[in-house]
């Protein structure tokens, strides 16, 4: 069920979009892969309060009475008593799922809002230039510096905005870029410096 509903709204989303491509690369193009895994992420969180909501009960107390009346009525005089059984258990959890979906769609649909979020703001990353942008899971974006400028401003008026970002940047002069960063508005407490010697990167994390 939880399946069914993500793969749904998945499709949904998918389908929204007029410019999609057979050979879309999720680590480097633009895509929906943070509404889908916030979406799935959102259902499995309110998967057991929607499996034991009153919607979700009620629709079992109706699958167990119609659960009852197919294991009386439903099979043949030879069924074995596990068939019968087997019969009225698909019909009770059918019931409860049935129940539990709205809930658990509600979720869904605000996970996939959630998760929009940076899914936008990688778009609007990929069109400064100056940078690479690489995602190497749904909530993750690293960010390297292709030219002498370091588009820094730029930046920041994407990812200022909410508390859901946190900023880690990694490299030779990461010090330096973190404060670079505070003072353009980044909140210190969302930002840390991690100077390894290598090339420098700023990974952004979508909580």
């Known amino acids: 069920m939880r399946l069914a509903i993500v793969f749904t709204l998945a499709l949904t989303l998918l389908g929204c979009s007029s410019t999609q491509h057979a050979n879309v690369d999720p680590t480097k193009d633009a895509t929906a892969v943070g509404a889908i895994a916030a979406a799935n992420d ?3 969180d309110a998967m057991p309060a ?5 919607a979700a009960t009620k629709g079992r107390r109706i699958g167990m009475a119609i659960g009852v009346f197919s294991a009386i009525f439903g099979g ?14 698909t019909f009770r959890d059918a019931g409860q799922m049935i129940g539990a979906s709205h809930d658990l769609r509600k979720a869904a649909e605000e996970g996939a809002q959630h998760g929009a979020q940076f899914d936008q703001q990688m778009v609007q990353l990929k069109q400064i230039d100056g940078i ?3 995602r190497p899971a749904p909530y ?11 588009p820094l401003d730029a930046i920041v008026n994407v990812v200022r905005s909410g508390d859901e ?7 030779k002069d990461a010090a330096s870029v973190r404060g670079a960063l505070i003072d353009r508005g980044i909140r210190a407490s969302r930002v840390e410096a991690n ?9 952004i994390v979508f909580e």
């Not at 929607?50 to 009153?54: K, L, P, Q, S, T």
Request: net charge negative; aromatic share 6%.
């Open 42 to 44: 959102a259902v499995a």
């Open 132 to 134: 690479d942008i690489n």
């Open 76 to 89: 043949g005089s030879c069924e074995p008593i596990e068939a019968s059984i087997d019969r009225y258990r």
């Open 50 to 54: 929607a499996m034991n909501g009153d």
């Open 195 to 203: 100077d390894d010697g290598r090339e420098l990167r700023i990974r």
């Open 165 to 171: 970002r946190y900023l880690i940047v990694e490299g």
């Open 140 to 150: 993750v974006l690293d960010v390297r510096f292709t030219g002498d400028q370091q």
